[in-house]
């Protein structure tokens, strides 16, 4: 079993930054994919961002840019810098790690972007 935490959310202005924590904890042998998604009000869960075991990173179109993923391998934590934030980057941003071919899900946690 793996546990992810992710922690770091709240409320910014727009053009304002924040940053993302998704902790892991447990079993953690094979990861296969560390990411982050978000999920805003009546809409599917889309893609933000993923890095591989090897460093490099993939990010939404939306948010390349704006947005950095990156890890610290000896806290397994997984890192999302958030900058020039948008109202439209508004949702609830969720991690999901795959750990020997299953896949697992932060709880999520708000970003609201607002003045």
């Known amino acids: 079993q793996v546990q992810l935490v992710e922690s770091g959310g709240g409320l910014v202005q727009p053009g304002g930054s924040l940053r993302l924590s998704c902790a892991a904890s447990?079993?953690?042998?094979?990861?296969?994919?560390m990411g982050w998604f978000r999920q805003a009000p009546g809409k599917q869960r889309e893609f933000v961002a993923h890095i591989s075991r090897s460093g490099s990173t993939n990010l939404a179109d939306s948010v390349k840019g704006r947005f950095t993923i990156s890890r610290e391998n000896a806290k397994n934590t997984v890192y999302l810098q958030m900058n020039s934030l948008k109202p439209e980057d508004m949702a609830v941003y969720y991690c999901?790690?795959?750990?020997?071919?299953?896949?697992?899900w932060g709880q999520g946690t708000q970003v609201t972007v607002s003045s």
């Open positions: 447990g079993s953690i042998f094979s990861i296969n994919f």
């Open positions: 999901k790690w795959i750990v020997t071919g299953r896949d697992y």
